[in-house]
């Protein structure tokens, strides 16, 4: 009878299981071509300094505009690219497009309009052996200082062994920042912190989600807890997803000195980025 039972629930379940590979592998390919046909490109989220309102700096994040799907979002394809490889030449294309358009916005509007881009890095990036290479060649090829890079990693692709390790000293020693992405939502262990050279501690949006919600001390005592951590290993503490003027008055209570979301500023495309850059004092300070 278990027998019986274990394939009718294989039964049941493989034409689902089937479909998804099917789609995975057709999404792989169509990716592999979306590379080579330019239909990729970035938005760009503006990280705001939410005690005087300046914008710091901002998060490139990839778009695909597929010719018959339209726009397919990252948390799509981002895990097939991860799984066939392709997200290393998809990364690598990211890494040089966000650093030229960080140029292109110095020579137009000056640093102090906007300071430094953050570029997310997949696990499988940072175990490339020329990784650290590559992204001195995109610094001296755009002439941006090492400093004005922001490299977000996750807890699980860091906690990977010695090679990573490796990297991420040698890009430290370059002078890029590292910061650790989706903070809180991992195997979060306080001596990662120790053994790593981070810089900047990004705060999961689940946690903002929680903090103004009376019932939920818990989410509310991790976001105050991370912004505290921030403080004393001299970090800085960034929160993500933030929605409303609570959170944000909330968060800035708390210590944060760094924030992103649709409050404050949606994904843009470049011409919109350059339009807020000409703005220099943003309601976020009198918020
Ligand atoms: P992430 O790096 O944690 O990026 C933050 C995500 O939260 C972005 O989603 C952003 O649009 C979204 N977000 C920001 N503020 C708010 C808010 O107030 N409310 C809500 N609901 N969402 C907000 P997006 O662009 O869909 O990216 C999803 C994830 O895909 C990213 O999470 C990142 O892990 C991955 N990703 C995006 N671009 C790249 C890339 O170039 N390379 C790699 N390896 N991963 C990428
Ligand atoms: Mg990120
Ligand atoms: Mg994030
Ligand atoms: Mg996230």
Redesign the pocket.
Known sequence: AAKAAGKAAWARFEPRMRNEVVNHARLGSELHNAIIRHELF??Y?PVFDIVTGAMSGA?????WKHPVRGNV???DF?PV??RSGL?VP??SW?LREACEQLAKWHAEYGSAAIRSIN????AR?LREAGFVDEVAAVLSDTGLIPANLVL?V?ESSVIDGRQVRETLEALHELGVRLAL??FGTGQSSLSLLRAFPVDVL?L??SFVDGICDGEDRGRLAVAAAVAQLAEYLDLYAVA????TAAQLDRLRAMGYRLG????LA??LPPDEMAALMTQTARTVAAA
């Open positions: 970035l938005a989220q998060e490139a994040l990839v778009r979002p990252p948390g981002i690219a991860e997200i998809l990364g990211v570029v997310n890095v997949a990036q977000e996750t992405d989706d990004k999961d949006k993500e997803g933030i929605e992103q979301g649709y409050y949606k994904p």
